[in-house]
Each structure stands twice: as structure tokens, then as C-alpha cells.
């Protein structure tokens, strides 16, 4: 019977200990787990209420509000527009100048041959990244004229324009006023479509610096520009030319306008730049910052040679 009393103390001695050991194991965890939370608001101390976003743009609207408080956390989404594009292709004498390439008979390509085969494949790459872009065609002697007013996605009425073409020998004077009217009327009506204009100029004049009037704070077309011209000489100026092309394109320009320029007579030059002028107005980076195309030409690492100083090397015959 004392046993019995002496076990039931002894057990009942190990339950308190129990019970005290399970309690302070608590508080150490609780006090663990408090300290834990004091360091991360201490070291990192982000905002525990984030506001919903008509908050935040009220916030925004505030004057004298921290930096952190006007920086907007969402981006609205926007959609491309399409594109209605107008060529303007010079039809001056210089157009017939010959392309340093040949066709299958060995005739040498003119420019103006160069240029129709470098719109069809502008067309037809446009219309492969979306078909509801359109294109319209108009020729430039002394004014500008029209070769095809309707807009049109289809390619064959790019063939129908050009058959229209007729070189202007006695054009001499180039003025581009009449251009940026027609353009700022057409874009008016492209923008009530929810569609951008854009005018791409195929300029040919090595010695006859384009003129026009237009106003400063009138920009509802983007402008790009290929000027194709003769090396520089006493009887051109193609530096002046270029740098009148720049000016008009800057001064009228909604988005970023492109300018390629070229003396080398080389159809795939030519190619080269309608295939930058792919890029929509609306994705464009500054034409400064462009680095395509990329050239196929792969450039090998300089390895160092391990031929020993005293073995002689042996030539390779080029046959």
C-alpha cells in the first residue's frame, strides 16, 4: 500500500514537470517568434496597406506628395493602329539612272525599276504581318500627282499604279507643299477610322533641294523618306538634299519619321532599308538607336596561335 502512495507521488511529480516544461517551451516559442516579427518591420519596413488603385491615383493628383506615392502601378493597355500608307515616288529624269544591278537579260536596272519591285516587297511584307493595312500611290515631278487616290490592301493595285508612271523630265523644281496637304487631309480621315497615315517619299534628286511651307505645330503624319542620289560632285549637292529631307521630315513627323539615303547603285541596299521601314510609327525607337539589320557575316574570336616559334608553317594552296 505505501508502494501504491509512493508511485502515484512520484507520478504525479513528473506531470507537474511535464506541464512546467511544456509551458516554458511555449513562452519561448511565442517569445521567439515576437522577436522575429519586431526585426523584419525593424529591417525591412514595407507598407502594411497597400491602397487600392482609385487611392493611388488620387494620390497621385496631390501636390507635394513624396515620389513614392505619384509612381503608378498599373499600365493601361493600348492597341496598335493600322496603317494607311501613302508612297510618293519621285519621277524625275534622274529616276532612270542605272542601277549598278542587271536584270536576267543584262540590263541594268534604273532606279525607278528599283523602286516599283522594292514597294511590292514592302507591300507584300506588310500585308503578311497584318492585312488591314492600306496603300495609296501618288508620283512627284514638279507637285506631286495622283497614281492611285483609293486605299487599298489589295497588291494589284500597286501593279495598276505603276503602270500609270511617267517620267518627268522637265521637272526640275520639287516642291512638297502640295504633298503635306494632300497627306494632313487623308490623315484626318484615317484618324476617324481609328488608323494612322504615314507617307514613305522615294526622293531621286542629287542636285534639287525639295522645298515647302508648313507649320510647326501641324503634325498629324509620320514621314519617312529614301533618298537615292549620285556621289557627290560639282553639278549635285547630295549633303544639301539630304539635309532638306531631314528638315521637312523632322518638321512634320507625328511619330519617329526614318530617313535611309544611298549612292551605291545597289538594288539590295535599296531592299535593305523598305525592310526597316516595316517597323510601325508607334514601336519605333529613335532611328539613332537602330541596329538591325544584322550582318551575316560571323565574326570568329582572335584565337592565339600555338604553332611553336621554330616550327615553320605550311601554306595552303587557295585551288
Given amino acids: 500500500m505505501g508502494f501504491r502512495c509512493s508511485s502515484n507521488f512520484v507520478q504525479g511529480h513528473l506531470c507537474n514537470h511535464r506541464i512546467l516544461v511544456d509551458v516554458f517551451v511555449i513562452i519561448e516559442f511565442f517569445t521567439t517568434l515576437f522577436t522575429i516579427v519586431v526585426l523584419i518591420i525593424i529591417i525591412v519596413p514595407l507598407p502594411l496597406f497597400v491602397p487600392p488603385l482609385c487611392v493611388r491615383d488620387s494620390m497621385e493628383g496631390r501636390e507635394g506628395q513624396s515620389s513614392t506615392a505619384a509612381i503608378r502601378f498599373t499600365l493601361p493597355p493600348s492597341r496598335l493602329s493600322c496603317e494607311d500608307i501613302l508612297f510618293c515616288i519621285d519621277v524625275d529624269s534622274e529616276s532612270l539612272v542605272e542601277m549598278k544591278n542587271t536584270s536576267v537579260s543584262g540590263r541594268p536596272f534604273t532606279r525607278l525599276e528599283s523602286i516599283k519591285q522594292a514597294i511590292l516587297l514592302f507591300v507584300n511584307a506588310k500585308l503578311a504581318i497584318n492585312p488591314d493595312h492600306r496603300f495609296a500611290y501618288c508620283a512627284l515631278g514638279k507637285t506631286p500627282f495622283w497614281l492611285k487616290k483609293e486605299f487599298s490592301s489589295e497588291v494589284d493595285s500597286a501593279i495598276a499604279a505603276f503602270r500609270g508612271i511617267t517620267v518627268d523630265s522637265s521637272a526640275g523644281h520639287a516642291d512638297l507643299t502640295h504633298l ?41 503624319f509620320t514621314l519617312d523618306v529614301v533618298y537615292l542620289h549620285d556621289k557627290p560632285g560639282p553639278d549635285n549637292c547630295p549633303q544639301k538634299v539630304y539635309d532638306g529631307l531631314v528638315e521637312a521630315l523632322e518638321q512634320v513627323s507625328e511619330y519617329e519619321g526614318y530617313i535611309f539615303e544611298s549612292g551605291q547603285g545597289l538594288t539590295r541596299v535599296l531592299f535593305r532599308h523598305m525592310c ?5 510609327p508607334q514601336q519605333r525607337c529613335v532611328q539613332d538607336d537602330i541596329d538591325i539589320p544584322k550582318s551575316l557575316t560571323k565574326k570568329s574570336p582572335a584565337v592565339e596561335s600555338t604553332t611553336p616559334a621554330d616550327q615553320e608553317s605550311i601554306p595552303v594552296s587557295s585551288q
Avoid: D, G, M
Fill in 276 to 280: 526597316v521601314l516595316l517597323s510601325h
Fill in 180 to 220: 503635306f496637304k494632300v497627306a494632313n487631309h487623308e490623315a484626318k480621315k484615317s484618324r476617324a477610322q481609328n488608323r494612322i497615315l504615314r507617307v514613305i517619299l522615294l526622293y531621286c534628286r542629287s542636285s534639287v533641294v525639295p522645298q515647302h511651307q508648313w507649320p510647326t505645330n501641324q503634325k498629324l
